[in-house]
């Protein structure tokens, strides 16, 4: 089993700057990717932003230049420093782990986890 934790969601002002983290636990033995999705009210979750574990990263066209993701390999932890929020960034936001049980963690043998979701909520 494979637990993740979220923290960091909550009400902020337009303009503000949040961070989520996530933390992983339990039976990983190797991590493919680490990353944040988000689903507002009435679409379709969608990616925001996601890191490998070799360090590539890739945003929404939406977050980009505002969002900045990032990882602590040793902790299982993935962070999502959030700047310069808009009302449109409201939403659920989502952590998603691709894991192994083994050493060899590629994205078609990685197994998918999820966190519970964090609500962020933009607002003045």
């Known amino acids: 089993q494979v637990q993740l934790v979220e923290s960091g969601g909550g009400l902020v002002q337009p303009g503000g700057s949040p961070r989520l983290s996530c933390a992983a636990s339990?039976?990983?033995?190797?991590?493919?990717?680490m990353g944040w999705y988000r689903q507002a009210p009435g679409k379709q979750r969608e990616l925001v932003a996601r890191?490998?574990?070799?360090?590539?990263?890739n945003y929404a066209d939406s977050v980009k230049d505002r969002f900045t993701i990032s990882r602590d390999n040793a902790k299982n932890t993935v962070y999502l420093q959030m700047n310069s929020l808009k009302p449109d960034d409201t939403a659920v936001y989502f952590c998603?782990?691709?894991?192994?049980?083994?050493?060899?963690?590629?994205?078609?043998?990685?197994?998918?986890?999820w966190g519970q979701g964090t609500l962020v909520t933009v607002s003045s």
């Open positions: 998603n782990v691709k894991w192994c049980s083994g050493y060899v963690c590629y994205s078609h043998n990685a197994m998918d986890a």
């Open positions: 339990g039976s990983i033995f190797s991590i493919y990717a």
């Open positions: 890191i490998t574990s070799g360090g590539i990263t």
